[in-house]
T-cell receptor, first 109, second 114 residues
């Protein structure tokens, strides 16, 4: 079975600052993939970033990067230079079908 | 626009009724996933179909059923509806049925059971 845990129900960040959202997971699979999805107020689910577990290098997409700690089963999302448009719910997922409960990110101007 | 379409966008019905939600995947995608998102909750995986066959089941109630048709569109049937079934139902599609495939989500169907 796979479980995904997001321990921060809510986070806030000042515009232009950096924020890190936490995620831990548990899986019995040897090879797997981890994802961060963003859900803005429109409720549309949007893929932010994807990490392949067999790759040691942390994934990066523009202002978004991850800190993947395989041994600790930790997969955090760092958002740099936060923008007002980053305000949303963020969901961590393992192998797509298992999602965490989400973290609501507020960006303060 | 993800390329995944869901109809209807909104649905209001009464307890005990039956409804059908429809999903058309992106062109070329063989996999369809269904999720339920209750108010301020995370996504609960319901079921996954790949090329017409059921691939995986999640927390899907016996009152709910789904199928994927030869043209790859999918329908989620919800019967004997209860107040607690009110939620946003998402469909997502991916190219194959592999765990690393990115899922593309539709806009969702908001179901309200009165």
């Amino acid at each position: 079975a796979q479980t995904v845990t997001q321990s921060q129900p809510e986070m806030s960040v000042q515009e232009a600052e950096t924020v890190t959202l936490s995620c831990t997971y548990d899986t019995s699979e040897s090879d797997y993939y981890l994802f961060w999805y963003k859900q803005p107020p429109s409720r549309q689910m949007i893929l932010v970033i994807r990490q392949e577990a067999y790759k040691q290098q942390n994934a990066t997409e523009n202002r978004f990067s991850v800190n993947f700690q395989k041994a600790a089963k930790s997969f955090s999302l760092k958002i740099s230079d936060s923008q007002l448009g980053d305000a949303a719910m963020y969901f961590c997922a393992c192998n797509d079908m298992r999602f965490g409960a989400g973290t609501r990110l507020t960006v303060k101007p | 626009d993800s390329g995944v379409t869901q109809t209807p966008k909104h649905l209001i019905t009464a307890t005990g009724q039956r409804v059908t939600l429809r999903c058309s995947p992106r062109s070329g995608d063989l996999s369809v996933y269904w999720y339920q998102q209750s108010l301020d909750q995370g996504l609960q995986f319901l079921i996954h179909y790949y090329n017409g066959e059921e691939r995986a089941k999640g927390n899907i109630l016996e009152r709910f059923s789904a199928q994927q048709f030869p043209d790859l569109h999918s329908e989620l049937n919800l019967s004997s509806l209860e107040l607690g079934d009110s939620a946003l139902y998402f469909c997502a599609s991916s190219e194959a049925g592999l765990s690393y495939n990115e899922q593309f989500f539709g806009p969702g169907t908001r179901l309200t059971v009165l």
